[in-house]
């Protein structure tokens, strides 16, 4: 069982940034495709990003791309997503996710491939 965990949620200011923090307790994810996804109220969840296991090889949601950067520490025990250029439409409940599946071909973005998810991180973008 893998348990995760966030930090770094909170309110800022349309054009802001922040940054979120997954880890895993007592263990690395390196062995984990790892993934961000959000919910917004009244909202499906939804995908934001994906790293591979290697580190190496990233992939976006569309209306993130180009201001939201997903990456890993070199000790594979910590995943971030750093936020800049926020909107209030980023408002949502934010949660990291580890999938046992190989992500070396491709890129998984569906929330059913993953199996461990953390609780989530509020991100508040105020107008």
């Known amino acids: 069982q893998v348990q995760l965990v966030e930090s770094g949620g909170g309110l800022v200011q349309a054009g802001g940034s922040l940054r979120l923090s997954c880890t895993a307790s007592g263990r690395t994810l390196s062995s984990y495709t790892m993934g961000w996804f959000r919910q917004a109220p009244g909202k499906d969840r939804e995908f934001v990003a994906t790293i591979r296991r290697s580190g190496i090889g990233t992939y976006y949601a569309e209306s993130v791309k180009g201001r939201f950067t997903i990456s890993s520490d070199n000790a594979k025990t910590t995943v971030y997503l750093q936020m800049n250029s926020l909107k209030p439409d980023d408002t949502a409940v934010y949660s990291c996710?580890?999938?046992?599946?190989?992500?070396?071909?491709?890129?998984?973005?569906?929330?059913?491939?993953?199996?461990?998810w953390g609780q989530g991180a509020q991100v508040t973008v105020s107008s």
């Open positions: 996710a580890a999938s046992r599946f190989n992500s070396d071909s491709g890129y998984y973005s569906n929330s059913n491939s993953y199996h461990y």
